[in-house]
């Protein structure tokens, strides 16, 4: 995909959350908005991926560990024709198959449920290593918050990953700064977080999560280092995309009420 057409699918993905998150009356599209130029890049240029064929053996897989973004990344699997943008509209409704926290069953594209935060780790690390046994040279993308980075959880994975040399495992910090009650730096300050990773043994890349070259140009070029696993800390903005939400704690649980809604679309180009 060009860089336009990139922009073109980050912005259709907005517009489709902000309709979700407001028509199920659910909340996080603060933290949905912030990815979505990183899922763009990804699912426009970067994964390797058959949406014919969800379950293709030699897939790259991407694993959302802020399991609370779901919308945004159902929103760019159907765009990119994992399943039918009529789903869209069940989200968070009894009996659909998209859950409020992402699922992977019966959802194509999606390769585990999350939502307990500081497990996505984990499980990249664990289908890293089986793609190390089994010779496969498919990689593992997993997608964190920075709240999530409280956790211990997350540390021994990031302890374990790059003992066991994966370098095809790439992990993507979605670093809005911004958590479920505060400031990332108010609630429990990360920073120096690029220091720690790579006193880790991580590769680490720190660009701007919203400059289409930079993103490209990181998730282009990995493995950054061969045996090990590398880490792009993106810098991103909390409800990016539409000016009242963004870098505003209340979206991180908000929905978007019905003139809200219009105004945001009207925002990104869009009418209701």
């Known amino acids: 995909m ?38 763009a890049v990804l699912y426009g240029q970067i994964l390797r991926v058959d949406p014919a064929r969800p379950h293709w053996p030699d897939r790259d897989r991407f694993i959302l560990s802020k399991g609370h973004g779901a919308a945004i990344v159902y929103a760019v699997l159907a765009e990119r ?83 066991h040399g994966l370098d095809n495992l790439i992990a993507i910090v979605d670093y809005n700064k911004i958590q479920s009650f505060g400031s990332v730096r108010d609630v429990l300050e990360l920073e120096p977080l690029a220091d720690k990773w790579r006193a880790f043994g991580w590769a680490v890349l720190e660009i701007d999560g919203h400059d289409y070259e930079q993103i490209i140009d990181a998730l282009s070029n990995v ?8 880490v792009v800390i993106a810098h991103t903005v909390k409800g990016k995309g539409v000016s009242f939400m963004e870098d505003q704690l209340a979206w991180h649980y908000k929905s978007p009420d019905d003139e809200q809604l219009a105004r945001a679309l009207i925002e990104l180009g869009e009418s209701n």
């Open 2 to 39: 060009s860089n336009s057409s990139l922009k073109e699918l980050a912005r259709t993905i907005r517009a489709h959350t902000l309709c979700m998150v407001h028509k199920s009356r659910a909340s996080h599209v603060g933290t949905c908005l912030s990815m979505a130029d990183l899922l």
């Open 81 to 163: 024709g994992f399943f039918p943008a009529s789903w869209l509209e069940t989200y968070c409704e009894d009996d659909s198959k998209l859950g409020g926290h992402i699922t992977h069953a019966d959802v194509p594209g999606v390769e585990a449920s999350t939502g307990s935060l500081g497990h996505g780790l984990s499980i990249g690390c664990g289908i890293a290593l089986a793609a190390k046994h089994d010779d496969k040279d498919y990689r593992v993308f997993v997608m964190l918050s920075d709240g999530e980075l409280d956790e211990g959880s997350a540390w021994e994975a990031i302890l374990f990953a790059p003992h």
């Open 223 to 230: 493995p950054m280092e061969e045996g090990r696993p590398t």
